[in-house]
């Protein structure tokens, strides 16, 4: 789950973490407020939404007073940004962060997530700050250090001296840099966090290091245990169908194609999307049921699936083991007759109880395909979206 930059401000401020003085502003007024309240010569009129590049979009922008500040945030709330994050059909901003303007001496990076390949938190920084942290991998990959923390030890002081004498900090910056590193790895940790990112993460004219950039996201799987973050999540932000299918504890990802993708199984998801493009289609999405969905589940993923108009076609694809096919036929066939459905659908499964899930289908009256193997299957589905039978 993602959350906005102020919101994960003031999560890191609750560890302790250094951030600039703001408030979240709605409307106009509530940006001119905002701004009087700080009363610093300069605020800035940052753009909330879930995607980076906003200043380079218009996103972020310098008041020199109340009034300025309320002049911009006039402008900029429904305005529609387009990052190279958001694709290009952008973001509406319905939110703003204004904020203290602050001496911005060096801009650094500075990151802790989950490495999988090392089954370990590990702190990625940069002297190269204030840049999109893949450009500069990409350029000059030297320039990253990496410090990995063993879960059982957790973060220890060498840790934090390597890494503010490996971005040039002097002894008195770095002196700094270890309660900040601290208070971020202890927010990460015990907010449950997949990634913290802080970008740029600036030294002060008065020597303060300061998150002048936050970013936070959640391990899904954890905010059970997180009630209180549940609730800052911004549905505008997301996908409709995304959020739909989020109801029904489906996982659903939103694509650019015209084949739209059941399965039950991430690694089987992965594998369809790859055999539809052998076979020289596009998927529109997928959505996976996971192992165990009931009938209801399957009903209604099939309904979000058909709900893209981009969807030209439809590939379930199920190995059946907990989820049987009988379940699986019976939620499509019910899904597709409450729908009246008119896009072509091809299944293929295999598993616990297929012939009694292949039977269900043959005997619906619906015009489903049936296909003989996963190739087969993404063979018909490709054709099928391109109008041919």
Same mark, same amino acid.
Do not use: C, F
């Given at each position: 789950m993602k959350i906005h930059e102020y919101q994960a401000k003031a999560i890191l401020a609750k560890f302790g973490v250094p951030v600039p003085r703001g408030q979240v502003a709605f409307n106009a007024e509530e940006a001119r407020a905002a701004a009087e309240r700080l009363g610093t010569p300069v605020v800035v009129v940052k753009a909330q939404i879930h995607a980076g590049g906003r200043g380079k979009a218009g996103g972020v922008k310098l008041a020199k007073s109340p009034a300025e500040a309320a002049a911009l945030a006039e402008n900029m709330l429904g305005m529609t940004l387009v990052t190279p994050q958001t694709g290009p059909e952008g973001r509406v901003v319905r939110r703003l962060l204004v904020e203290e303007g602050l001496d911005i001496r060096r801009e650094l990076y500075l990151s802790v997530l989950v490495d999988r390949a090392c089954g370990a938190p590990v702190f990625m920084a940069s002297a190269s700050g204030g840049?999109?942290?893949?450009? &500069?991998?990409? +350029? +000059?990959? !030297?320039?990253?250090?990496? !410090?990995?923390?063993?879960? *059982?030890?957790?973060?220890?002081? /060498?840790?934090?001296r390597k890494i503010a004498f490996g971005l040039g900090l002097t002894a008195e910056q770095a002196h700094a840099a270890a309660p900040f590193l601290a208070s971020l790895y202890r927010a990460f940790l015990e907010t449950d966090a997949s990634l913290v990112e802080i970008n740029p993460w600036i030294v002060t004219g008065d020597g303060r290091l300061v998150a002048l950039d936050a970013k936070v996201n959640f391990d899904d799987n954890a905010l059970f245990r997180h009630p209180d973050l549940r609730e800052l999540r911004d549905?505008?932000?997301?996908?409709?169908? !995304? &959020?739909? *299918?989020?109801? /029904?504890?489906?996982n659903y990802i939103q694509l650019d194609g015209t084949v739209g993708c059941m399965v039950n199984g991430a690694g089987l998801a992965m594998g369809t999307m790859d055999i539809i493009k052998l076979s020289g289609g596009n998927p529109a999405n997928f959505l996976d049921v996971g192992g165990g969905a009931s009938e209801e589940? &399957?009903? +209604?993923?099939f309904r979000i699936l058909v709900s893209d108009p981009n969807v030209k076609a439809v590939y379930v694809n199920i190995f059946a083991g907990i989820l049987r096919c009988d379940v699986v036929a019976s939620g499509i066939v019910n899904a597709a007759k409450e729908l009246k459905l008119k896009v072509p659908v091809v299944v293929r499964m295999a598993g616990t109880n297929v012939e009694q899930g292949q039977e269900i289908l043959r005997t619906s009256g619906l015009n489903f395909t049936v296909a003989d193997g996963m190739k087969d299957g993404a063979e018909k589905a490709v054709a099928l979206a391109r109008g041919k039978r």
């Open positions: 840049m999109e942290i893949e450009e &500069v991998a990409h +350029n +000059n990959p !030297e320039a990253i250090l990496r !410090e990995t923390i063993h879960p *059982a030890t957790g973060l220890q002081p /060498y840790h934090a549905l505008d932000e997301e996908a409709p169908l !995304e &959020v739909e *299918a989020s109801k /029904y504890k489906l589940q &399957v009903k +209604n993923a």
